[in-house]
């Protein structure tokens, strides 16, 4: 029986060369073409298909922040233009990805290695997709969205849309405009990846947007309290209030 | 350096402070002291060329102590022990040469050995005026040096920053490009063929524009338009285009390589943003003192643009402020779903 394959590019030319280069292929069958990472999302949990062609850049949702909220990963191979940081990514794992424009035969020989993951799946190393995206997001520096999910749904939060992280265990808490939702993600990595010049840590347990604040009052010896326009009372630690006394 | 320093004027001038300084003390010489004229004359025109030429000693000495690290003890101690033998020098060397002279001159003698105290007072006088205006000197030319070598380093670091800003082709968009046109000749190579003209001839422009500061409007209209037609053919029915142009602008004078940027930025934040369709619009006309280029696009407000963003909006503002010295030529418009940028180029 033929694989399942989904490509996923938002240029029609890319979606063409992938499915023409693999016409009379009697390996993989083409079953859904999609042109942004929502449309994907939706036909990868429908189809679930066994492979999945994937363009990096993508409006919405990107290559990585769709593997990021899919519940099953099928195998994937990339696809990028030119994104030096996805390339890093990808080496850093040993991470076989097509380079655009590509060759008939080296479709043929991702293909190739592709079917053989799929078919011993239990004895071959799968590539480490958070690991991957973490480092992604390591090349890049800052992040500029927070993609989160709850059951089925999706939610892609523009990081000036947040009003405050808050960490709940192994998780933290991202409040925004588009509400509250739940990420599995440490404080470390939002200290670390969210803008430096709109973010800060106030407390060991919050990082707020500056933008947000609404007042500030001594609470005890070394702690104040910052209200937040949304209303919050957070607690910034004598640490927390030092730093932030630098940006007002 | 002695050349540098004694360009004509100064020689002049020079030369003329000691003729003034030796006439005042032939006047002195000749009416207070009743020396007669000729050994009046001969007496000043001796010390001061004496002078003079000790003053050259002099403007090495200033020179060679400006270029070592002292402190101020040895600097003083250096300037005196330069005194002492200038005023020494001076008036033995006067003395000598005074005395082979007018040796018959008794009175004479008596008067200039008698006047020593004097004269040594006077050669301190002239020695620490001589040291303070080469001081000066030194130190005018100095800082006329390093303005001058700093104009020169921002003259070329300006260029540099505007070649560069002005030659950059993104390679995600000449990757992309190359990969529409490797599909577009398994389905249609004569489009492809299209393609691979329209690409080289876009990229011709950016090479060749890089050494150049100005344009016309008419070819950077049409090197904008070059990169609009890839576009449309990398997300088809995606990019929707209208152009609205004033006929009698195009020969206006514009930067090279100043549209293309900020079309650029509206396809990125429209078309890479939203997944459906995406208008781009262009509008450009001109008055007699601006030509006004209005360029809009269409973006979706929940999707956070990816990396990247600004990037050609701060290039671009750049290079304005650095042709025109002016900020206010760029002005953004962002509405809730409608992102609008208004580029104004004064008639120079």
Known sequence: MKLKAIIVDDEPLAREIVSKFLIGNNKVEIVEECGDGFQALKAIRELKPDLVFLDIQMPKLDGFELLEVLEQRPEIIFATAYDQFAIKAFEMNAVDYLLKPFSKERLEAALEKAVKRIESKAEMPQPNIDRMREQYDAARGTIDRVVTRLGSKVTVIAVDKIWYVESQDDYVMIYSELGNHLKEKTMKYFEEHLPADTFVRIHRSYIINLSQIAAIEPYTKDTHIVTLKCGAKLRASSEGYKKLRTYL | ?348
């Not at chain 2, 003329?16 to 009743?34: K, M, S």
């Not at chain 2, 990969?179 to 492809?192: I, R």
């Not at chain 2, 995606?238 to 079309?263: H, T, W, Y």
């Not at chain 2, 619009?281 to 360029?295: E, G």
Request: charged letters at 20%; aromatic letters at 10%.
């Open chain 2, 1 to 348: 350096m002695l050349s540098r320093l004694f360009t004509r004027n100064l020689w002049l001038s020079y030369i003329t402070i000691w003729i003034v300084i030796a006439a005042i003390q032939f006047v002195l010489l000749n009416r207070v002291y009743d020396i007669d004229l000729k050994m009046a004359a001969i007496d000043g025109v001796v010390s001061y060329t004496v002078f003079a030429i000790i003053g050259f000693g002099l403007w090495n000495m200033v020179r060679f102590s400006g270029k070592q690290k002292r402190n101020q003890l040895e600097m003083v101690s250096y300037y005196l022990a330069g005194m002492a033998f200038t005023v020494l020098f001076w008036l033995g060397a006067c003395y000598l040469i005074l005395n082979a002279i007018a040796g018959h001159n008794k009175p004479y003698i008596v008067f200039l050995t008698n006047s020593m105290t004097v004269r040594a007072l006077a050669g301190v006088f002239f020695y620490l005026l001589i040291i303070s205006v080469f001081y000066l000197l030194m130190n005018i030319r100095e800082l006329q040096d390093r303005v001058v070598r700093e104009t020169m380093l921002t003259e070329s670091l300006r260029e540099a920053e505007l070649n560069l800003l002005r030659s950059q082709i993104r390679p995600h968009f000449l990757f992309n490009s190359l990969n529409s046109v490797s599909a577009l000749t398994l389905t249609d190579p004569a489009k492809a063929r299209d393609m691979v003209i329209k690409l080289a001839e876009f990229m011709r422009y950016s090479l060749n524009v890089a050494g150049e500061a100005m344009s016309t409007l008419e070819q950077e209209l049409h090197h904008a338009g070059l990169y609009l037609d890839i576009e449309k053919v990398r997300f088809s029915d995606r990019l929707i285009l209208s152009k609205e142009i004033n006929d009698g602008c195009f020969e206006r004078k514009v930067p090279a390589m100043i549209l293309q940027p900020l079309l650029e930025n509206a396809v990125k934040h429209g078309v890479y943003t939203m997944p459906g369709q995406a208008n781009v619009n262009l509008k450009v006309h001109c008055d007699p003192a601006f030509l006004q280029v209005t360029i809009g696009n269409d973006f979706d407000p929940d999707a956070a643009p990816r990396k990247g963003t600004g990037t050609g909006l701060s290039n671009v503002q750049k290079r304005l402020a650095v042709l025109y010295h002016r900020s206010d030529l760029l002005q953004v418009n962002k509405k809730e779903r409608y992102f609008e940028v208004v580029l104004r180029i004064p008639v120079s």
